[in-house]
């Protein structure tokens, strides 16, 4: 009798071991946060300045002279009654300046300004009332040129990713890159963040709604975003196809002689 429900325990057991593990679903419980979640789940997002990155910066104002000297070619070379250029792909670079290790931009006229650590806005008033001295009608505009995130690990398509908007969440990313795959741990997700020149390690858990509420939930320049594979997968990384061949076929081997087994048994037991 034990040799004939063998083979059914089996298909049992590997019926069970396919069900669908309560980790896959996204921001699970979010249907029963509270007000104060909720609320603490609205957060602004500020990007800020960090060492490396390359920042466009034009100045503007309706006497082009007087922001001439703020200006490198084409704009500091226009003559009156000339018609004004705009800043295209092959002239963008003329306007780009790397934010060196000290956090510091070298821009004409003013000498180096040190803008790491602060936002667009607050560059952009810091530099205008610098500006404003000798041209008061001045208008300085400032982005980012190399806003760039990475994700590897359990995800359709690893990539670095280019943004043109320095807004970006990881729910964003993970878009990006076609989703996690099946296999992702999406409890266990590390953000490697560097803090101008502070290393910053962070584990985020994507099944628990409070990752809205996180300071780590929008993404900074060059974060990098690594998806562990959740322990079924790391259990198939041990065995080679060599061996998952082997086990398949020892496992066919020992159901075939199960049902073989089975079946004379019950002839016996009939012919008794």
């Not at 000290?102 to 040190?114: A, T």
């Not at 075939?256 to 009939?270: E, F, H, P």
Request: aromatic share 8%; glycine share 6%.
């Amino acid at each position: 009798m034990k040799q004939i429900l063998l083979p059914f325990v089996f298909l049992i057991i590997l019926l069970g071991s396919c069900k669908t593990p309560k980790d896959i679903s996204y921001f699970q419980g979010i249907e029963n946060v509270t007000e104060e979640q909720r609320a603490a789940m609205n957060q602004k997002y500020v990007p800020r300045i960090c060492i490396d990155d390359y920042l466009i910066i034009n100045v503007t104002s309706p006497d082009r002279e007087s922001v001439a000297p703020f200006s490198p070619p084409p704009y500091g070379i226009y003559l009156p009654g000339e018609a004004e250029i705009g800043i295209s792909a092959t002239t963008q670079n003329l306007f780009t300046y790397l934010v060196d290790e000290e956090g510091s931009i070298n821009f004409p006229v003013l000498g180096r300004v040190n803008v790491a650590g602060k936002t667009i806005n607050e560059t952009i008033r810091m530099m205008e009332g610098l500006i404003w001295e000798m041209a008061p009608q001045a208008v300085v505009n400032v982005q980012v040129a190399n806003f760039r995130v990475g994700i590897v690990g359990e995800v359709r398509t690893p990539n670095v990713y280019s943004v043109k908007s320095a807004r970006i969440s990881i729910i964003d990313l993970i878009a990006m890159a076609g989703d996690l795959t099946i296999m992702a741990d999406r409890t266990n997700v590390w953000l490697h963040r560097d803090n101008n020149g502070e290393k910053v390690q962070v584990r985020l858990d994507l099944t628990d709604p409070a990752i809205f509420a996180s300071p780590y939930y929008y993404l900074q320049q060059n974060d990098m975003v690594y998806v562990n594979p959740n322990d079924a997968q790391k259990r198939n990384s041990r065995y080679s196809n060599q061996d998952g061949f082997k086990l398949s076929v020892f496992s066919i081997i020992i159901s075939t002689v199960s049902l073989i087994s089975g079946s004379i048994i019950t002839v016996i037991g009939q012919n008794k």
